[in-house]
């Protein structure tokens, strides 16, 4: 039986490598796979050259098939995509027009089962400047969040962030909600409707949300999309858990606080909640994994380092691979931990 790789990269092409992996063994996924039609990684078999959008649509959609096989069924994916504009019709839509490339590759991957969960909107506080003068600048990049089943690992109250606006901080006075039908497919609110109140503020913090504001990262090593670690953060600590059962593999889970439990002036002063197994094993813990096919220079295994999880690389760039075994520590070649 294939055993997991922990803390090693394997160099090659993620079509290959991917299938040296054993089936529902990784936690999380964090990537960014190259945009179609607008780098050159110099290697072959790179992926993001190919002539028209809809073959790399293919490409990434084999990709993640793959990837469905080896992350857990209580695993997730994180995947950062940007947008390219067509020169050609070839390419797949009239020149200048956005080839909306994300777009079609989620449709697709939708198509295969996977569950889009979120579309997280990562808006650059340092834009690239830009000199056109007949549309917009482009001034974010998306994240969707994808997971394979309805019951995932999710730990939010590891991410969540301090109240800003005075009224979460303070209020604790019952607030009308108001009521009325939202639409067939609108967030059920039964619960909040039947109490009549919202109390903002749990105690832990608030929800992030899904719009985060990350400036992007300069471009000083020889590579030049390298994620800014605040990108691979916040997912990290709410999608690879920090204890998973050495025997089954389920991840160890906090108990779940639920704000009008709990008064709000406690907050910063309550410590998140235990951890505690999710099964009867009794076996010792190891810690979660993170995969980055698109590994680059590493920079989601240095921030997986970090916080004490483990991770896989894949990168098909022998420099790339070197680049990042420098930064994270290792001796060459693909040593692990
Ligand atoms: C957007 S970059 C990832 C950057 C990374 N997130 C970082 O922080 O450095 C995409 C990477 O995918 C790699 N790549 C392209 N085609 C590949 C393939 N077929 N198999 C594996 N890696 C590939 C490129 O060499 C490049 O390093």
Redesign the pocket.
Known sequence: MKRLPRNTILV????ERLRDLPEASVDTVI????YFGLRD?G?D????LEPHVDAWTANLQRVFADVARVIKPTGSVWLNLGDSFSRHPRHGAPPKGLLLAPERLLLALTEDGWIVRNKVIWAKSNPMPSSVTDRLSLTYEVVYFLVRSKEYFFDLDAIREPHRSSAAKRSRSPRNIGGGWAGPLAAPREGLRRSGIVRPGHPLGKNPGDVWQIATRGTASA?F???PEELVRRPLLATCPEKVCSACGRPWRRRVLRSRDLPTELEGVITLPELRPDCRCGAPTVPGVVL?????????GAVAARYGRDWVG????PD?AEMARARLGLTPPETAA
Do not use: M
């Not at 894949?314 to 760039?317: A, M, Q, S, V, Y």
């Open positions: 090659g092409d993620v079509r990537t960014s796979p190259p990684y290697v078999e790179q992926l993001g590579h999309a390298v994620f980055d096919p698109f590994f680059g220079t590493g920079t989601t894949i990168e098909l760039n790339y």
